[in-house]
């Protein structure tokens, strides 16, 4: 079965300090990995999208990396600010019309 | 503007009354898909549709029904919810499901169900 596996599950960091999110998958055939912002409330909203042949990719303070050989994906925020608080999904794309989701990390910033 | 629009955006009901969630969007995408979410779980897929006339059964389709006769509505229909069915659901859609479902999902705002 394909499976996205997110750590940590939630961690609390300091305005202006650097995380990293992890995200290990089994899922194959293998399409592309997105990385989506979901705020308390609201519906997810994409990152990034990380296909086969990229390893890094960046978005604002945002910076993903994704090892295709060992299947493993990385999220990382760069001075992180308040409005970083949300929890961070990984999603990735089967090949068969199908998505596999993680169950996310929750960040929370605080001053 | 773009996007995604759900209705209602919270609703508390009883067991066995059937409602609807509707879900527009009017970006003119193909594919278009339902999730819950729950504390834990993460979002799970329910239905999904990748094009008008055509839906499929995601993870969860247990207990509900869809129907996509129009391109932009994708309505989520609960025939006798039961309070297992209490979540958040979230309608999203992507232009194209040739690209094997990668394409970038546009999430609506969410509905937040209670089943009493």
């Known amino acids: 079965k394909n499976q996205v596996e997110q750590s940590p599950q939630s961690l609390i960091i300091l305005e202006g300090k650097n995380c990293t999110l992890q995200c290990n998958y089994t899922v194959s055939p293998f399409s592309n990995l997105r990385w989506y912002k979901q705020d308390t409330g609201r519906g997810p909203v994409s990152l990034t999208i990380m296909t086969f042949s990229e390893n890094t990719k960046s978005n604002g303070r945002y910076t993903a990396t994704l090892d295709a050989d060992t299947k493993q994906s990385s999220l990382h925020i760069t001075a992180s600010q308040l409005s970083d608080s949300a929890s961070y999904i990984c999603v990735v794309s089967a090949g068969n019309n199908r998505l596999a989701f993680g169950k996310g990390n929750q960040v929370v910033v605080i001053p | 503007e773009a996007q995604v629009t759900q209705n209602p955006r919270y609703l508390i009901t009883v067991t066995g009354k059937k409602l609807t969630v509707t879900c527009s969007q009017n970006?003119?995408?193909?594919?278009m898909s339902w999730y819950r979410q729950d504390p834990g779980l993460g979002l799970r897929q329910i239905y999904y549709?990748?094009?008008?006339?055509?839906?499929d059964k995601g993870d969860v389709p247990e207990g509900y029904k869809v129907s996509r006769k129009e391109k932009r509505n994708f309505p989520l229909i609960l025939e006798s919810p039961s309070p297992n069915q209490t979540s958040l659901y979230f309608c999203a859609s992507s232009l194209t499901s040739r690209t094997s479902g990668g394409d970038e999902q546009f999430f609506g705002p969410g509905t937040r169900l209670t089943v009493l």
């Open positions: 549709s990748m094009n008008v006339e055509v839906t």
């Open positions: 970006m003119n995408h193909e594919y």
